[in-house]
């Protein structure tokens, strides 16, 4: 068996696990039994006799929000794999271009203008893309310098300008019913997540996901220095503009629907080369797997620990940092 | 950012001068129990936050200089003309205060009050606030209950004790009443209540949240009580599901339309019994937000609501009573009816 076989099996056994630990454990006691019976009536097609109540947590709550963190966390990992390939750098998370903070400070405004559920999804999904866009623009014009190099650093600064808009718009709202609901946005959670909210979420992730996965044999010649990559005879412009586009619509749709949500970016990318070493063929496919699982069983903690939500946000970033800590401590040669 | 005015600038190096006089005046302790200066005449106040403005319109509307936000049309309607359109000031707030001491000083204030929590920070807010402008700066206790004794302090702060009493025994009494009728009440017939927040309804008030002390008065057991905490939340529906509460009152016209057709919150007991409430916001919110004297019909609303038998009050009328006491103005039956509808 390949090592990469191996790692893509581990990857989906534990998202298989995520998956199961996610429909049995919630708020609302379901028991073991009657999960069984729901399964058994949905692919034989026979009424399982229980409770509308118990169906309806099953399938239209716990249902989408599963489906939800498994899209968000594949989208959030592949875009920081995606990332930290172009920009050789394995610190980098998606939202290096500003991804999350114009998706942020879309949603904020979404909240301090009142557009109601979908059109705060929408702004946030349009500010995202317009960020890495802008950054983009800005940074193509800066003809001085690697051109890497350059569309990283104004990616901090255009994203520190986003942060500031944030900061004004909640400064602005109304302390009593707008603050509190954009400091829960900003903390990230999939617990209103509905039915209706896949679609577009699934959407842009499936496309950026299916751009980036076919051009992930590509990238592992664009994490070789730029004259190297030119001389094996690869156009690493459009490349580059690709892999950004690819992995901002997906970074951009998967925080309009759940929020801020860093470090699974950072971190998931680290455990998939752990996984499969750092060949990006190899590595795509195992982080959307890996980020899937990870996210869902994040998403499972958070509302299962208490009565009310613990935001994925904090819950990733408390998990996270210790990890990260632990990789880079233990880390032989991962990268490279 | 406007100028700098050199008046200003003057005035407040002459209140300050002027400080140390002032501690000589008669003084009344404020809510969190601070010694304030009784200004010799009232003429201006600044309110620090929107329930301190609230506090002010209904004590004496004249003297407020201007609101923390300014009132919407469909709210100014309800207010007294010439008063509920005066400009936005921003709020006193600390550290992020939006409102400049500087703009503060040039708005002349004999008196600039606060409502709400009586906590360290905002007794050294208003010790600080107090001594760089040489205004008087009173705190008062922006709880729920604490709202007579609130107006008694406003009433000698301003001079309007007369009307302060009013008012405070208006909302006595109205405790008084309420509080007896509900004491009579089983626990076991005391509904259960989730507070749904949100055009998805799930935010919601904890346990110890201001947002939730109108429901906590009633002896209402509030679904979200098993997290004790001082703010608001996000919950997840299965969770509303499990508490499956008796009633759910809501502040957000989209949720209270969505809620009754939509399949998967039709397993909440409320939802099946029709017994989803659209809280009334005009000209200010009923049950919350800002948490001001505005829950004081707020309370009637809402015991209405959960122990129909023992309050048979008319609602309509007590509302035009509240408004035309409280607010100075009258509503149309057509504004009533808006105001009932919990739109705005």
């Known amino acids: 068996m390949t090592s990469s076989l191996r790692g893509n099996l581990i990857a ?6 995520a998956v199961l630990a996610a429909f049995a454990l919630g708020r609302f006691p379901v028991a073991p039994g009657d999960l069984a019976r729901l399964v058994w009536s949905f692919f034989s097609g026979e009424p399982s006799g229980l409770p509308p109540q118990i169906e309806t947590v099953v399938w239209n709550i716990r249902g989408p929000r599963i489906v939800a963190a498994i899209l968000c966390g594949a989208a959030l990992a592949i875009a920081g794999c995606a990332f930290q390939g172009l920009f050789r750098n394995p610190l980098v998370s998606p939202d290096i271009l500003g991804a999350s903070s114009g998706a942020a400070l879309g ?3 979404g909240i301090y203008l009142s557009l109601g559920l979908f059109g705060t999804q929408l ?29 990283v650093l104004t990616g901090v600064v255009v994203g520190s300008l986003l942060g500031a808009g944030i900061g004004l718009v909640k400064y602005w709202a109304d302390p009593y019913n707008q603050l509190p609901a954009m400091t829960f946005w900003l903390l990230g959670s999939l617990a209103g997540t509905a039915k209706p909210d896949l679609i577009p979420l699934l959407g842009p992730v499936l496309i950026g996901a299916v751009v980036l996965l076919a051009l992930r044999w590509r990238m592992s010649v664009m994490s070789l220095p730029e004259e190297e990559a030119r001389a094996l005879g690869l156009a690493t412009g459009p490349l580059r503009i690709a892999i950004v586009a690819a992995a901002t619509l997906v970074t951009a749709a998967s925080v309009a629907a759940a929020g801020i949500i860093g470090w699974v970016g950072l971190v998931v990318p680290h455990l998939a080369r752990f996984l499969v070493g750092p060949d990006f063929g190899r590595l795509m496919p195992t982080a959307a797997l890996l980020g899937g699982g990870y996210l869902l069983a994040i998403d499972t903690l958070a509302r299962t620990a208490a009565p009310v939500e613990t935001p994925l946000g ?16 233990s880390a032989r040669g991962g990268w490279s | 950012m406007p100028h700098p005015d050199r008046r200003a600038v003057l005035a407040g190096l002459g209140a300050t001068l002027a400080a140390p006089r002032l501690a000589h005046a008669t003084t009344i302790r404020d809510g969190a129990g601070r010694e304030v200066p009784v200004p010799g005449k009232v003429e201006r106040i600044f309110p620090a936050g929107p329930p301190a403005a609230i506090l002010i319109y209904t004590l004496a509307p004249d003297l407020l200089i201007g609101w923390p936000r300014a009132n919407r049309p469909e709210e100014r309607e309800f207010l007294l003309p010439g008063i509920g359109d005066r400009p936005e000031v921003g709020r006193i ?22 409502s709400g929590s009586t906590g360290r920070t905002y007794v050294e807010l208003a010790e600080r606030v107090q001594q760089q402008t040489g205004i008087p700066y009173a705190l008062l206790d922006g709880r729920f209950d604490q709202t007579p004794a609130s107006y008694r302090i406003l009433g000698q702060l301003t001079g309007r004790s007369e009307r302060a009493e009013t008012l405070a025994r208006w909302c006595e009494d109205s405790f008084a009443t309420i509080r007896g009728r509900i004491a009579a009440i089983p626990p076991e017939k005391r509904p259960s209540v989730y507070y749904a927040r949100g055009p998805r309804g799930l935010e919601t008030g904890l346990g110890g949240s201001i947002n939730v002390e109108t429901l906590s008065f009633l002896g209402a057991r509030n679904a979200a009580a098993e997290q004790q905490g001082s703010g608001l939340a996000q919950v997840s529906l299965e969770q509303v599901l499990a508490w499956n509460p008796d009633v759910i009152v809501t502040i957000d016209l989209a949720f209270s339309e969505s809620v009754r057709s939509d399949p998967n919150w039709a397993g909440v007991k409320a939802v099946r019994e029709g017994r989803v409430h659209l809280s009334p916001k005009l000209p200010f919110g009923w049950v919350d937000f800002p948490p001001s004297v505005n829950r004081a019909i707020g309370l009637w609303w809402l015991a209405k609501l959960l122990y129909p038998a023992q309050f048979p009050e008319d609602i309509r009328k007590l509302a035009r009573d509240f408004h035309t006491l409280f607010y100075q103005v009258t509503p149309s039956e057509a504004q009533l009816d808006r105001v009932l509808a919990g739109r705005g």
Do not use: C, H, M
């Open chain 1, 123 to 151: 702004a946030a999904f349009i500010g995202g893309l317009v960020a890495v866009g802008a950054v983009y623009a800005v940074g193509s014009t800066i003809r001085r310098g690697d051109p890497v190099l350059v569309l």
């Open chain 1, 12 to 17: 989906l056994l534990l998202l298989a696990l």
């Open chain 2, 93 to 114: 707030t600390g550290r992020g205060n939006s409102a400049n001491l500087e703009a503060v000083l040039q708005a002349k204030p004999d008196l600039i009050i606060d």
């Open chain 1, 314 to 329: 904090i819950l990733t970033a408390v998990i996270g940092t210790p990890f990260f800590i632990w990789l880079l401590a």
């Open chain 1, 107 to 109: 949603a904020v405004i």
